[in-house]
T-cell receptor, first 114, second 113 residues
Framework: GNSVTQMEGPVTLSEEAFLTINCTYT??????LFWYVQYPGEGLQLLLK?????DKGSNKGFEATYRKETTSFHLEKGSVQVSDSAVYFC?????????????FGQGTTLQVKP | KAGVTQTPRYLIKTRGQQVTLSCSPI?????VSWYQQTPGQGLQFLFE???????NKGNFPGRFSGRQFSNSRSEMNVSTLELGDSALYLC????????????FGQGTRLTVV
């Protein structure tokens, strides 16, 4: 079945450091890919998405490119801030059009220190 | 516009009791999905509703049930609560079941003692 694998955390960085959180997936067909972020005590917020191969999603300085050949959707940011500290989830939907069900990775906790 | 509203935010129940959680989607959204979030299992899909019909169901026991009303509001019910049901329950809404963008509520934190 479909699945998502994320790098384990926590990831601890200093402010202004470069961020990469790895995400790979297993899916049949053409899934849509997402990154969600969860701040403490909050629900999930959509950070960015890509719906087809080679698409690049971007938002708030974060980027991820849908790589079908490597089945990956790695999250990157050039310069992190303390306010980026949160849990990041990579997710996919099947893309078959008959469901909006999201399959999530385990989440990666990011801690950014001043 | 108002986001997804889940009530209550926090709930403490005793083993064996039942509980009902409520979700009001964003105005105009007709699809509602529910997820369970626990430290051990992460985020797991429970149900998906569209136009009052359950379109998809996750791998949870029959004690977990849900429904959607004509105004798109949704409820989920857990009967005969177990300690392992303690979790954050998240509701997400989208325009339609095939929409690629889901908006999440803040969740209901259920603690079973």
């Amino acid at each position: 079945g479909n699945s998502v694998t994320q790098m384990e955390g926590p990831v601890t960085l200093s402010e202004e450091a470069f961020l990469t959180i790895n995400c790979t997936y297993t899916a049949t067909g053409y899934p849509s890919l997402f990154w969600y972020v969860q701040y403490p005590g909050e629900g999930l917020q959509l950070l960015l998405k890509a719906t087809k191969a080679d698409d690049k999603g971007s938002n708030k300085g974060f980027e991820a490119t849908y790589r079908k050949e490597t089945t990956s959707f790695h999250l990157e940011k050039g310069s992190v801030q303390v306010s980026d500290s949160a849990v990041y989830f990579c997710a996919l939907t099947s893309g078959s059009g008959n469901t909006g069900k999201l399959i999530f990775g385990q989440g990666t906790t990011l801690q950014v220190k001043p | 516009k108002a986001g997804v509203t889940q009530t209550p935010r926090y709930l403490i129940k005793t083993r064996g009791q039942q509980v009902t959680l409520s979700c009001s989607p964003i105005s105009g959204h007709r699809s509602v999905s529910w997820y369970q979030q626990t430290p051990g299992q992460g985020l797991q899909f429970l149900f998906e509703y569209f136009s009052e019909t359950q379109r998809n169901k996750g791998n949870f026991p029959g004690r977990f049930s849900g429904r959607q009303f004509s105004n798109s509001r949704s409820e989920m019910n857990v009967s005969t609560l177990e300690l392992g049901d303690s979790a954050l329950y998240l509701c997400a809404s989208s325009l339609a079941w095939s929409d690629t963008e889901a908006f999440f509520g803040q969740g209901t934190r259920l603690t079973v003692v």
